[in-house]
């Protein structure tokens, strides 16, 4: 079981290497895969020391599993240059998401429709997994009609220069600047670049990939928000239902669903905050309340470590569903 990791040395990189871990997925041999800049280092993984590899040669290797987490031009460059080996290829980018042909697969919600042809499978993005998580069982009930979703972004979400931006900041340093603004003591209504319609492309990516995933029939409007918060992403999110609901049921959906923490005390200061999330697995939702100005509408708060479930962890439940399939062979 030969796996190639690109991206290695990014903070996704470093998280898929301790979720592999965790997990026991069988890895055989390891190949890690960074920028010019990083060849010839090393990196440490279940105690052995590896090497960081090209992606040339990676290809060359001709791994069973290759995960991309290095961008979007270097997954369209090189994920089919891996795949025509007959490669499985499990991408983080934005590349192949809304590719026709490609999965966009969140395991416990359609990773029954994975088939061994589906060479490249794309992974959503961080924000659109950890919301339908909790949307998905509730979809499946009741029938969304309408979200509305404003997002509260970690840095981490940006990369290890946003975090540097914001660890300077906090310190009086002048450096590198990842965001057009200062970050620290602030928040940016600018996630990723902004495009014609008015909107950033990862307001566009929330609505676009919860279509591909749920329904094209859900009308579905986001706000996306940066903050100077480290290790998690949170959204507000309002869900207007064909159907309607008891708040009993509610929880009872959500307790029973796979990878869903509910989170919701209130009355004891019990709520999802990016300081229970960080490091963990789960989804956590939490202030499950109806929305009283409109009929079968409800509110939720819903908090998770983007880089585990709305990364990471993700694309590893893809490749260990792979083996469950039997498409790869441990």
């Known amino acids: 079981m030969k796996v190639a990791i690109i991206g290695v040395t990014g903070l ?4 898929l290497l ?19 800049k990083s060849s010839g280092k090393e990196i440490v993984f279940k105690g052995k020391k590896y090497k960081i590899n090209s992606i040339s040669d990676a290809i060359q290797k001709n791994p069973r599993i290759a995960i991309f987490s290095a961008g979007s031009e270097i997954s369209l460059k ?26 966009l697969i969140i395991p416990e919600i359609n990773g029954d429709l994975l088939t061994s042809e589906d060479k490249i499978i794309a992974n959503p993005n961080c924000s659109t997994i950890q919301m339908l998580m909790v949307l998905h069982p509730l979809h499946k009930k009741y029938k969304i009609k309408r979200i509305v979703v404003s997002t509260y972004q970690s840095v981490t979400g940006t990369g290890k220069k946003a975090l540097r931006q914001l660890k300077n900041e906090r310190i009086n340093i002048h450096g590198e600047k990842a965001y057009p603004h200062k970050i620290d003591n602030n928040c940016l209504p600018h996630c990723d670049v902004f495009t014609r319609n008015g909107y950033t492309k990862e307001e566009d990516k929330i609505v676009n ?21 480290v290790g998690g992403h949170s959204e507000a999110v309002n869900i207007e239902f064909e159907n309607d609901f008891e708040l009993s049921e509610i929880y009872k959906l959500l307790n029973e669903m796979p990878g869903v923490t509910v989170y919701d005390e209130p009355e004891n200061n019990i709520y999802p905050m990016p300081i229970i999330a960080e490091g963990k697995d789960d989804v956590f939702v939490g202030r499950i309340r109806r929305d009283f ?38």
Do not use: C
Request: glycine share 4%; charged share 25%; proline share 3%.
């Open 12 to 15: 996704v990189g470093e998280v």
């Open 18 to 36: 301790k979720v592999f871990e965790k997990r026991q997925f069988a890895v055989s041999e390891l190949i890690p895969v960074a920028s010019n």
């Open 78 to 103: 090189y994920a089919p240059e891996f795949s025509k080996n007959g490669t499985f290829v499990i991408d983080n980018s934005s590349a192949w998401r809304m590719d026709i042909g490609k999965r």
């Open 209 to 229: 990939e919860t279509h591909k995933i749920l329904s094209r029939d859900i009308n579905v409007t986001a706000t996306a928000v940066r903050i100077p918060v």
């Open 293 to 330: 100005s409109q009929a079968k509408s409800l509110n939720l708060w819903i908090v998770a470590d983007n880089l585990r479930k709305g990364a990471a962890l993700n694309a590893v439940q893809i490749a260990e569903l792979l083996v469950k399939k039997n498409f790869i062979k441990k």
